[in-house]
């Protein structure tokens, strides 16, 4: 039944002006707009510190709103579940999921009932969870937790949330007030607990999907001004669309104390990047100004208390002909000043910085070492970092191994192969490196395992069961014997043959269940969640010979407890 009730559900699923400016009306637009100055709610110092890399920027003048994080909500269905879900969910709730079953069926002729759908216990009525990222523009994911309503369900585990709405909700006697809808949210489950004992049933009712949300439209970005001032507002407008609206304009003046900001498209997924560099851009763009800035903030970047970062951002936002001054301190025998100057070049897109921020990378006793390997693994304008990453692969420092695997993926190199697992499962990606081996599995973000260590086998005697699979290998034997139970009928598969490699179990464990042709089954079809807690159950009982790194998760699974609050900021 929940294979057709998903294709069933899957067909029927749907996917200010600008204001003049002249010197005429600058005082008329001043009287109309005067207010008392706001004061800052940036993450800045409350007093500008007495620096070149503050001094004459657009923030000594502005602070952005629209950094907070909007928490959303929505009521969804999950399907999939072998007899773990209920029925029961609160009535408000059921009349909310009734009329959005009606309303997306866009097909005549493909008809579905919403209370076959609500009434089934493969089925699950969970609400939604998710916060939408600051500055986060239209297409951008993120992940989402979901937690089971009313008693009866079990568990959500091989469960998946068909697509609901996420929108600012509010309850009341008379029903769900509903917002607008923010972003839509589907996939999945991702059970956080990947130990095969001992889940409590209150973690198995709580799930996350990795990048399950996607939002719907750009979310809203501004600079304020401290004092409104029109002419000053449309001086800084016309500051940033010279520095960074090549294409099209990234500022709007909307009024004087408010300047719309549009993130450029080279800058999606980079949107905190692109406001750091909008803060620190100087407010005169004069060709011989900034060439005298920059001298400045390399006069000051050589002090043992130098702000690095901020004079790092500086230059990155004067843009490339500063970078003869930047080059001049790479050499700089202050390992700050060396790196943060090698960061603004690297950015800049030069390649003589790559080799700076390799050597910063490679000397084991370099505190910043691993921030040089996380920029050189960003890199992907030139090759030239590729050897160093290499190098990395081979370092004492997992974390750094790992940086040095996702840099090489991003330069497309040929010592890392991805495989896509079953149908848009999860990612599986394989890195050429040395012994030891490192696996990690992505608890965030993207469903994604990684191997360093091409030939990671299991190493027999080795034994594995739960309640979906089985399998074991006496020592000396060549393959696994494994046997699959269907989740539904409960019935054993017969004794299957599968791979002791472990990227190629991997593959046979989460591919699409078919034939070859010969009679081989050529995948047994378990969920992303499932495998991981496999080669975690692996790792854990020294059947798998490498080290198994869960990487830390962007969101909590407690994030159902937070509120939506009353009024969230506004970004009209």
């Known amino acids: ?276 560099l909008v803060l620190h851009t100087t407010q005169h763009g004069n060709p011989d100004f900034v060439q005298r800035r920059a001298k400045e903030l390399a006069e000051e970047i050589g002090h043992p208390d130098a702000l690095y970062e901020d004079i790092s951002l500086a230059w990155e936002a004067m843009g490339r002909t500063v970078l003869p001054i930047v080059r001049g301190q790479y050499a700089n025998p202050n390992v700050a000043a060396s790196f943060y100057s090698a960061r603004a070049g690297v950015r800049l897109l030069d390649d003589a910085a790559i080799d700076v921020l390799g050597r910063h990378a490679l000397q084991r006793n370099n505190a910043l070492r691993r921030f040089a390997a996380e920029e050189l693994s960003s890199v992907t304008h030139s090759r030239r970092g590729a050897d160093v990453l290499r ?44 012994e030891p081996a490192v696996v990690q599995i992505a608890t965030s973000d993207t469903p994604r395992i990684t191997l360093l260590g091409r030939n990671i086998r299991l190493t027999p005697p080795a034994i594995y069961r739960d309640e979906l699979i089985t399998f074991s290998a006496d020592a000396g034997d060549k393959q696994l014997r494994i046997t699959r139970v269907n989740p539904h009928t409960k019935v054993a598969s017969p004794l299957l043959s599968g791979p002791l490699d472990l990227a190629e179990l991997l593959r046979f464990l989460g591919g699409r269940p078919n034939d070859d042709g010969n009679g081989n089954v050529t995948g047994l079809g378990l969920n992303y969640s499932h495998v991981a807690r496999i080669v975690y159950s692996l790792g854990q009982d020294r059947t798998l010979p490498a080290t198994v790194i869960l990487q830390r998760p962007t969101v909590s699974d407690q994030l159902w407890k937070l509120k939506t609050p009353q009024r969230a900021e506004s970004e009209l």
Do not use: H
């Open 391 to 434: 190098q990395l692969l081979a370092d004492e420092d997992n974390r750094i191994r790992l940086i040095a695997g996702e840099g090489l993926r991003n330069l497309q190199d040929s010592g890392v192969d991805v495989y896509r697992v079953g149908t848009d499962n999860f990612l599986l990606e394989v890195v050429d490196a040395p």
């Open 1 to 276: 039944m929940n294979r057709s009730v998903l294709m069933r559900w899957t067909a029927l699923v749907a996917t200010a002006a600008m204001l003049p400016a002249c010197d005429q009306m600058e005082k008329q637009w001043n009287a109309a707009f005067r207010k008392k100055p706001v004061e800052p709610q940036s993450t800045l110092e409350e007093r500008i510190p007495d620096s070149k890399a503050f001094e004459g920027t657009v923030q000594s003048l502005c602070y952005l709103e629209g950094m907070r994080k909007i928490v959303v909500r929505g009521y969804g269905i999950v399907v999939g579940l072998a007899g773990t879900g209920g029925t029961d969910c609160p009535d408000e709730i059921r009349k909310y999921l009734t009329k959005e079953v009606l309303r997306r069926q866009v097909d005549p002729a493909v008809r579905l009932n919403p209370r076959d759908l609500l009434n089934s216990k493969d089925t699950a009525v969970v609400v939604v969870t998710a916060e939408i990222p600051a500055a986060a523009q239209a297409g951008a994911r993120f992940d989402v937790v979901v937690r089971a309503q009313g008693n009866q369900t079990v568990s959500l585990d091989g469960g998946s949330l068909l697509e609901c709405d996420l929108k600012l909700l509010a309850g009341s006697p008379r029903g769900i007030i509903e917002g607008k809808t923010l972003a839509v949210a589907a996939g999945p489950i991702f059970i956080s607990n990947l130990a095969k004992e001992g889940a409590e049933r209150a973690e198995l009712r709580t799930g996350r999907i990795l990048g399950g949300g996607m939002l719907k439209e750009d979310r809203r970005v501004r600079l304020t001004l401290t004092t409104p001032a029109y002419n000053v507002a449309a001086r800084l407008r016309d500051r940033l669309n010279g520095r960074f609206g090549a294409t099209e304009p990234v500022a709007d003046a909307v009024s004087p104390e408010s300047i719309q900001l549009k993130i450029p498209a080279e800058y999606r997924g980079r949107e905190r990047r692109f406001l750091d």
